[in-house]
């Protein structure tokens, strides 16, 4: 049976825009109340003007989530806004485009602190809480397709949404006896600025992003993300995907390794082809520059 999510409150970081803002706007339409939080002001507050205008509750808030007073900030002022939140989406991430072997430790630390350590901390807070209540709830993270496997010049990435992906698998057990649900969300290419933002991060071309390397076919609007979202929020399941086809290919990737792997040279081969055309010469492609940019974005897109 389907479950009325009026009057529930959520909480949503990264929830000024991409996969965040359509979440906060289909999760208003529902009744819920919305927290949003996010490192940008602007955007929230343009989110939050939708959500009242439609008749809906929002409130927001801006913040680092890599401050670790974040977690129990946002449950404060969502408890004394709404009342004690129901739900939470950890999705505030950030990209990072670059080699495994030119992945420095301050940019693997860096992208860890925002895409696992910010979600887990958020989320374990708000159990205890839940716990202590005794009225169950639903903890959401944005895990991506890639926690299932790894494109090329994504390996940091995709071991940050890995981890998430099994961290909530044990908390999902764990917090069963409770009534708290945990759900983790792998969206495939989803059609906002996160891509030209890690690129720009990484100190890539707008050639070689993530965006430019998928089919039209495999890349989706952020509100099919939401909806999928809000139908796991009235009948939570352990994981939500937006494409049957990613997640069929997530499973040969595990039985067949090398077929992927050979899939994904051809994106390799393409980028030096295209950097050496555009004057590069030496084939070296522009991911193999490190990059002194570190700064997180709180762009939710995967």
């Given at each position: 049976m389907a479950m009325t999510l009026k009057d529930r409150p959520i909480i949503i970081t990264g929830g000024g825009t991409g996969i965040g803002a359509a979440t906060a706007l289909a999760c208003a339409g529902e009744g819920m109340p919305v927290l949003l939080a996010g490192r940008r002001a602007e955007p929230l507050t343009r989110i939050q003007t939708l959500i009242t205008e439609g008749g809906g509750s929002a409130a927001i808030s801006t913040v680092d989530v890599t401050d670790e007073e974040h977690a129990d900030a946002l449950l404060d002022l969502a408890e004394t806004t709404f009342g004690p939140p129901w739900a939470v989406f950890a999705n505030a991430g950030r990209g990072l485009d670059r080699p495994g072997h030119r992945t420095a430790d301050d940019e693997m630390r860096a992208i860890f602190e925002v895409n696992f350590f910010s979600a887990h901390r958020l989320m374990a807070a708000a159990a205890h809480r839940m716990i202590d209540a005794k009225n169950g709830g639903h903890l959401?993270?944005?895990?991506?397709?890639?926690?299932?496997?790894?494109?090329?010049?994504?390996?940091?990435?995709?071991?940050?949404?890995?981890?998430?992906?099994?961290?909530?698998?044990?908390?999902?057990?764990?917090?069963?006896?409770?009534?708290?649900?945990?759900?983790?969300?792998?969206?495939?290419t989803t059609v906002t600025d996160f891509f030209d933002e890690s690129a720009k991060l990484s100190g890539r071309t707008e050639h070689s992003s993530g965006l430019h390397h998928t089919p039209k076919f495999l890349r989706q609007r952020p509100e099919r993300v939401a909806r999928a979202i809000v139908r796991c929020l009235r009948r939570p399941r352990p994981e939500v995907w937006t494409s049957t086809l990613v997640r069929t290919v997530s499973a040969v990737r595990t039985l067949m390794p090398k077929l992927m792997d050979r899939e994904f040279r051809k994106m390799v081969?393409?980028?030096?082809?295209?950097?050496?055309?555009?004057?590069?010469?030496?084939?070296?492609t522009s991911m193999d520059q490190p990059s002194s940019e570190g700064s997180d974005t709180d762009i939710a897109a995967r």
């Open positions: 959401l993270a944005c895990a991506s397709c890639v926690s299932k496997f790894s494109p090329p010049y994504h390996g940091a990435y995709a071991a940050t949404k890995a981890s998430m992906d099994l961290m909530c698998q044990s908390m999902r057990i764990e917090l069963a006896p409770f009534g708290i649900h945990v759900s983790t969300v792998h969206p495939i081969d393409l980028d030096r082809t295209y950097e050496a055309g555009a004057g590069g010469g030496s084939g070296r």
